[in-house]
């Protein structure tokens, strides 16, 4: 099984250089499909993780942009879209200064399983910019989304591509850039997620990702009888996904301890209550400060450089970025007496870290299965946009609620091992079935 593994492998390293985080990620996918495909040779004959892994088109493009001095800055935006088997491309847009291809094409190949797993018709996509959106006024960054979606807009559409938010594209950028794709197509249509709710969005898309990354980690704790009320939880990232991820928590009993940012970590070891989130959600938001500023007004300890994984806690929710778990840090938290891992970012945990914590057999949900409600609820948002209708609070709550459950439900299927779930093996089997045999129906194309 492992010659197999790397035989797939040496061919995704040839065929796509210098892109570790894209290798990575395929990697993982790889090693869990290996015995499935060797019994259910349908799909190996079709060579249909071959073709997966080959993006169906990558767009490249320049961003040139004037900014408040009145120098031009140059940045560069991509597309990549990955796989359009079992619906339109669907997935978010990255703005930050580490953006590559390589990092794009490990979120677009993530986005086909996830988006498959969340129950709902959408194909895999993601995008970006190497622009960095941190310290620039509101005007510049205006500028830089119209000229992005200059570009853009002839790519895109509601039935064909419908991006969204992601790393430091918030509903600011959303709306510059659904602005000038009104102005530039003459349409009002739903071409991107995460709108405002007065211009098309959908009530809970800005919760999804936090709030259905805590309903799974609540059906793994069921499994082993367990709940979240009074459990100590680690959260790092203080952005959209990480913000709505404590204030479940919260609502559901739980005690959270850490946020983070880029440059360090805050650890208040009464637990963030609603108040201090209130505040943290204002610092990022609105005045887009940085979390130390926190610190200081909840009269707690701040950690400069560092990441909050040394802290003990029974609960982890990586919600920053991807790699940010590394295997020593596993390690720390499982001695710690973690029980559970949900990853509310996009692979933030390495592979030696993924292999502490299956070692050790505690609950562990990889990003794709656990943080699927952000596009979930981005494909409500479309079926809202395509029926001209807006769906209560309550509803999308539900809906959200239910498609984790469902999502769970379907790793379980795919992933269980006697008494032990492997949620990795579980997502990665359960979202290929479904476009593999879209796949398959359309022929080779
Ligand atoms: N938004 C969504 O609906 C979804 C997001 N995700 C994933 O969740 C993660 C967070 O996204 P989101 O909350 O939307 O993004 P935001 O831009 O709102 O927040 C990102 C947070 O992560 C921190 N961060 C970013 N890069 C790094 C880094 N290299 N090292 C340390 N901290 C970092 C940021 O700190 P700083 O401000 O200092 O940069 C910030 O606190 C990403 O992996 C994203 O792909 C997954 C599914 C859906
Ligand atoms: O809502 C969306 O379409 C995209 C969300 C996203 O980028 C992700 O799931 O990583």
């Known amino acids: 099984m492992k010659a197999k593994v790397e035989e797939m492998m040496a061919s995704v390293i040839i065929r796509n250089p210098g892109?570790?985080?894209?290798?990575?990620?395929?990697r993982e996918v790889v090693e869990s499909l290996t015995p499935f495909l060797e019994k259910n040779p349908k799909y190996k004959e079709a060579k249909i993780i071959e073709r997966m892994v080959e993006p169906e088109r990558v767009i490249m493009f320049?961003?040139?942009w004037v900014d408040d001095k009145g120098e031009i800055q140059?940045?560069?935006g991509y597309r990549i879209q990955m796989n359009s088997a079992i619906g339109p491309y669907k997935g978010g847009i990255?703005?930050?200064p580490s953006v590559n291809l390589s990092i794009l094409k490990f979120l677009a190949f993530e986005q086909v399983l996830k988006n498959s797993l969340t129950t709902l018709p959408m194909g895999g996509a993601k995008g970006g910019s190497d622009f960095d959106p941190k310290g620039k006024s509101d005007n510049e960054v205006m500028r830089f989304c119209q000229t992005f979606m200059s570009e853009l807009f002839r790519h895109i559409g509601p039935d064909l591509d419908v991006p969204a938010g992601d790393i430091g594209t918030g509903g600011r950028e959303i709306g510059f850039m659904f602005g000038q794709y009104k102005k530039l197509k003459n349409e009002f249509t739903g071409v991107l997620t995460g709108k405002g709710l007065s211009w098309g969005g959908s009530l809970i898309r800005p919760e999804a990702t936090g709030y259905g990354c805590v309903y799974f980690v609540q059906e793994m704790l069921k499994t082993r009888g367990e709940s979240l009320k009074g459990k100590v939880c680690a959260v790092s990232g203080s952005g959209n996904v990480a913000q709505y991820t404590v204030e479940k928590l919260i609502q559901?009993?739980?005690?959270?301890v850490t946020l983070s940012d880029s440059d360090g970590f805050i650890y208040d070891e009464g637990g963030i209550d609603q108040k201090e989130l209130k505040c943290v959600l204002d610092l990022k938001n609105v005045r887009r400060g940085r979390i130390k500023e926190c610190a200081k007004e909840f009269k707690c300890k701040y950690f400069e450089k560092q990441r909050p994984w040394q802290v003990k806690c029974d609960i982890a929710f990586p919600s920053a970025t991807q790699n940010e778990i590394s295997g020593d840090d596993a390690k720390a938290l499982v001695k710690n007496g973690c029980i559970a891992v949900g990853e509310g970012a996009n692979m933030p945990t390495t592979p030696e870290g993924i292999g502490v914590f299956?070692?050790?057999?505690?609950l562990y949900a990889p990003g794709k299965a656990s943080n699927a409600g952000g596009v979930a609820t981005s494909g409500l948002e479309?079926?809202?946009n395509s029926m001209r209708l807006s769906w209560t609070r309550e509803e999308v709550d539900k809906r959200l609620h239910d498609i984790?459950?469902?999502?769970?439900?379907?790793c379980v299927k795919y992933g269980k091992e006697g008494s032990y779930i492997d949620y990795v093996k579980g997502a990665n089997i359960a979202g290929f079935v479904k476009v593999a045999d879209a796949m398959l129906a359309h022929g080779v194309v």
């Open 19 to 26: 892109e570790p985080e894209f290798h990575q990620a395929v």
């Open 62 to 64: 320049r961003v040139p």
């Open 74 to 76: 140059i940045n560069r």
């Open 94 to 96: 990255r703005l930050h």
């Open 252 to 256: 559901l009993g739980a005690k959270v």
């Open 358 to 362: 299956q070692k050790a057999k505690i």
């Open 382 to 384: 479309m079926s809202q």
């Open 404 to 410: 984790m459950i469902a999502i769970h439900d379907n």
